[in-house]
């Protein structure tokens, strides 16, 4: 993909992936993956989830154990059933993730997410509306930009500070890279007739930052949790709307905008 600068290591081996459920593995063992600092054990059934969280395993002790039944997988599969079973089974398992970092200062949020000089930018926006648009700008047109996931990466405080990680799950960009940045910034993208990048208040960052945190909301204690770890972001980190038209003026001017403040 033009444009992209994601370590073509880390998605050639996915490219078989459409085929792999055509095996099914049965009371495969426990592989253990570190996502985000958290030490995850995995039981998967199908090869598919496997081959996703390659490059994410770990010797070390889990501290959280995730194994899906046939029944949630079925469950999942009547929703989508073009879809076959194993990426229903990654489904599953990148819920019961969700939901676990939720409860330790971190979520996973939907958007697009680079690296520049050791910072992450984060990209957020209605779906179509084009946050990887903005991101493949600032890949073309400004040097040093590494693309660290394009759907599904995930926030972090540790100790106080913010931090965003690459995860297993990117969307339909093959980039699904076990990498870490400090957080530099979230900008939610706004579709506009010319490009001007504004820092949002405190109300307006938190009222832009949670439809874009990926969770079961209406489990009252995972939503209190993410809330509260929303607030804490905005408290350390900048959080800004770009309005913008998708060209190279708007990526320059939103790089100046959020790399000065």
Not at 31 to 39: L, S, T
Not at 72 to 77: L, R
Request: hydrophobic content about 35%; aromatic content about 10%; overall charge positive.
């Amino acid at each position: 993909v033009r444009g992209l600068n994601c370590q073509v290591s880390q998605i050639t081996h996915l490219k078989w992936r459409p085929f792999c459920d055509t095996i099914i593995v049965k009371g495969g063992a426990t592989v253990n993956y570190k996502i985000a600092g958290f030490v995850f054990g995995v039981k998967n059934k199908y090869p598919y989830t496997g081959a996703l969280m390659r490059g994410y395993e770990t010797n070390e002790a889990a501290v959280y154990t995730v194994e899906i039944p046939e029944s949630e997988i079925a469950a999942s599969h009547m929703t989508e059933p073009s879809l076959p079973p194993g990426y229903h089974e990654s489904l599953c398992i990148y819920r019961k993730i969700c939901d676990y970092v939720s409860d330790h200062n971190a979520f996973m949020m939907h958007s697009s997410v680079l690296s520049l000089n050791g910072a992450g930018f984060a990209f957020t926006a209605k779906s179509g509306t084009g946050k990887s648009t903005q991101v493949s700008m600032w890949l073309r047109y400004l040097p040093g930009c590494d693309l660290m996931n394009d759907d599904n990466p995930i926030v972090r405080i540790i100790d106080g500070i913010p931090y965003i990680y690459g995860s297993p799950w990117s969307g339909k960009t093959p980039c699904y890279r076990n990498v870490k940045a400090k957080l530099g910034a979230i900008t939610r993208i706004d579709r506009a007739q010319d490009n001007w990048i504004e820092r949002l208040s405190p109300t307006e960052a938190f009222a832009s930052l949670l439809p874009s945190c990926s969770s079961m909301k209406w489990d009252i204690d995972i939503f209190n949790n993410i809330c509260n770890t929303i607030t804490r972001i905005i408290e350390i980190a900048d959080i800004y709307t770009l309005h913008c038209l998708p060209n190279r003026e708007a990526a320059i001017i939103c790089n100046q905008a959020i790399r000065k403040m």
